[in-house]
Every structure is written in C-alpha cells, then in structure tokens.
C-alpha cells in the first residue's frame, strides 16, 4: 500500500481543489485523485452565485450561501494572485424578470424592469433586482483552482479512479484505486454526482443541458437575467450561456434535441434578440442531487473520512464556504453551522 499524504481528497472538481488549496495553505500536505477532470459538474455549470435569486427561504442554506457569497472576493483575488489566471468573477448583479404578477416586496413593475434591461420580451410584466448575486466563469474559476492547487505543491492524480473505499470498524484504511491501494491519515469525499458509487449517502445525479451563443460586439446584456423556467448569464468575454435542463435521466450523456428545443424557446421568449446570435457550443452536466436538496458536510460514519458533496444548483456558489467548513474540521474546530448538514439526517 503507497502512503500518500496528511489528507487525501477524492474528486477534483471545484469543491475537492477548493478543499484540496484551503488545506495546503494551512500547511497540510494533501494528494488530490482525479478519475475524469473534465466531466466534472464544475465545468458544465452557469457559474451564477445567486442565493437571492434562487429564492432560497430563510434557514441555515440561505445563510450558508449568503456567507459563501461574502467570501467570494477575498477568495478570488487569492486564488486569481496565485495561479496569475482570470476567473471571470464578475458582480454583475442578477434581474429576476416574471410573466406573471407577484406580491413580493421590491418588485419592479414592467416600466421599472425595463429600464434595467431594454429587449425584454413584451410578455414580461415585473421582477427583482438583487445587485449582491453574482457570477464566475466556473471553467475559468476550476483551472484557476487547479492551477492554484498545483503552485502550492498539491499532488493532482489525474486519471486515478478510486473503485472502493476499504474500511475496518469505524475508520478508513485506505482507497482501492485503477493503481493500486492508496492511503492517507484523513480522508475526503469530494466525487459530486458520483458519491453514492462509493458511499452509501443519497446523492444522485440530475443532469443539466447548457448552450451558448456569442453577443454582438456592443455586448447588450451587463447583467444575468433569471427567468423563472430559464436563465441568461452574458460572460465578460462575449459569451453568453443559457441554461439549464433539470432531468431526473441518471448518468445519461449527450444532448437531445428536446432539451436543446426547450432551452432556446425559453431563452428567445424571455429576450428575443437572442434568436439571431451564433451558437458557439452546446453541453450538460450532472449536479449532485440529495433528496432535501441540502449538501452533505462534514463527519461520516468513519472518523477519518469527512464529507463535502451532494450541493446539488449551488456548488460553485458554496465552493468557498465548503473549503473553509471542511477545513475546519479537519483541524477539530467546531463551525455549529455544519450541523444542519451532517449525513445523519437520512439515517433513518
Ligand atoms: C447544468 C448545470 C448548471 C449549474 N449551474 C450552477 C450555477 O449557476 N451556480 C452554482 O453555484 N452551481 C451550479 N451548478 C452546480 C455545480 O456545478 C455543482 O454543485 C458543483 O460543480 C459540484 O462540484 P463538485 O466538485 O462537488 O463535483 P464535480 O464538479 O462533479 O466534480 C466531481 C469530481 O469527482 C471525480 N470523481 C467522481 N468519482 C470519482 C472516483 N470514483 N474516483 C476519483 N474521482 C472521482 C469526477 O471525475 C470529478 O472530477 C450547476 C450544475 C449543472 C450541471
């Protein structure tokens, strides 16, 4: 059996690198295994860090969200300072445009909505304004982590699957790997999607169709617009993706002519000079779904392994506040916060 190092991480998408950067920088040494880097959740995301916008209702979500919002720049600007690479953060602000009326309070009547955003569709009568969400170029934001990762001295696995975790009583002994048994001090299980493959925790996945289409050069769109069956985020660059699809299809690839039809019908709806912008590329991706769409934090059933999954529409948003919750406890620092997360809520 190869001995790694002080923690080993399974998973590199943005919540294992997050995790993966936050523990080398408080001095532990830390191995990451990666099976497949680009099939991560992490790339195919919208990257919106919207805890307003998604409505999220008073509890200790919305407040882990609004604390991970906070972190944002502060995180960024260390990460973007180490690797030298751009992650697109941008707080552009997100306008939640409605079809039909709601009593809320702050809601825009369609004269006040229009002014945000001229070439909505006539259809639209309101919405929300929520200047504090925000947005990354999650595949920017991901290098930047990997890149950040490795300037550090993180040891990044590409192309290790891990097959099985191996456990006596209470405590992991060590990770069957396509190259042999690895083991390691602490454990993490950062795998998205993938985490019921080797745990039994409730994650599954629920696959996202994304596309996107290139602005003209005077770039019409300076904020995200988040419809109420559709969202538009304009990146910085020109870009401007459109998502998502929420299918209950498990580990089915490709894109499909429906959700692609469905997609684009919404979006031109919403704001209807998109129909005669080029596409650019179409993709999907799996979130990591839990049945009370909750992630799964902190402790497991064996005290060595600790785990940092299951963010389901808002992993990329919650990749700051998981890094630092996790790294916490690593170190035995109670966060009373991660109780509202703990496995053992669906222990029956
Ligand atoms: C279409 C879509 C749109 C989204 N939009 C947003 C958004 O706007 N804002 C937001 O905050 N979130 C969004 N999300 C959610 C977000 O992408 C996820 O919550 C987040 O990326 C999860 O990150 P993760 O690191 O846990 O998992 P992933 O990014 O999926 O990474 C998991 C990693 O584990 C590896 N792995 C899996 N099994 C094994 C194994 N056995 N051995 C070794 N490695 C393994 C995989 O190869 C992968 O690298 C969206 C997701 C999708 C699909």
């Given at each position: 059996m190869t001995a790694t190092t002080d923690v080993l991480i399974i998973g590199g998408g943005v919540i294992g690198l997050a995790i993966a950067v936050e523990l080398k920088l408080r001095s532990l040494s830390v191995t990451v295994l990666v099976r497949d880097f680009p099939a991560a959740a992490s790339h195919a995301a919208a990257g919106m860090l919207a805890p307003q916008a998604e409505q999220i209702p008073p509890s200790a979500m919305l407040d882990l969200c609004l604390l991970s919002r906070s972190l944002y720049p502060q995180w960024i600007s260390k990460i973007e300072q180490i690797?030298?690479?751009?992650?697109?953060?941008?707080?552009?602000g997100i306008l939640a445009p409605r079809y039909t009326q709601e009593n809320r309070d702050n809601w825009l009547n369609q004269a006040q909505i229009r002014q945000y955003?001229?070439?909505?569709?006539?259809?639209?009568v309101g919405g929300w304004w929520y200047p504090e969400d925000a947005q990354v170029d999650n595949r920017a934001l991901t290098l930047a982590l990997r890149a950040t990762a490795q300037a550090l001295g993180v040891n990044i696995r590409d192309g290790v699957a891990v097959k099985a975790i191996e456990c006596e009583q209470n405590r992991v002994t060590g990770v069957r790997t396509n190259e042999g048994m690895l083991s390691s001090d602490r454990y993490i299980l950062?795998?998205?999607?993938?985490s019921g493959q080797l745990l039994s925790i409730p994650v599954y996945p629920r696959k996202g169709q994304m596309l996107s289409v290139r602005a003209p050069d005077d770039i019409p769109l300076q904020q995200v617009l988040f419809g109420s069956d559709i969202y538009i985020v304009p990146r910085q660059d020109g870009r401007i993706v459109i998502g998502a699809t929420s299918e209950d299809v498990g580990f089915t690839p490709h894109n499909t002519p429906a959700g692609m039809q469905a997609l684009l019908q919404r979006a031109i709806r919403l704001y209807p000079q998109l129909q005669h912008y080029p596409i650019i590329e179409f993709w999907w991706g799996f979130r990591p779904a839990t049945p009370d769409e909750l992630p799964i934090l902190g402790a497991s059933p064996y005290y060595n392994l600790t785990l940092a999954t299951?963010?389901?529409?808002n992993g990329i948003l919650l990749a700051p506040v998981t890094a630092n919750l996790i790294a916490d406890a690593i170190a035995n620092q109670d966060r009373p916060l991660l109780k509202h997360f703990h496995y053992s809520r669906f222990l029956t």
């Open positions: 690797s030298g690479l751009d992650t697109g953060y941008w707080r552009c955003q001229p070439g909505l569709s006539t259809e639209v950062a795998t998205g999607a993938w299951g963010h389901y529409r």
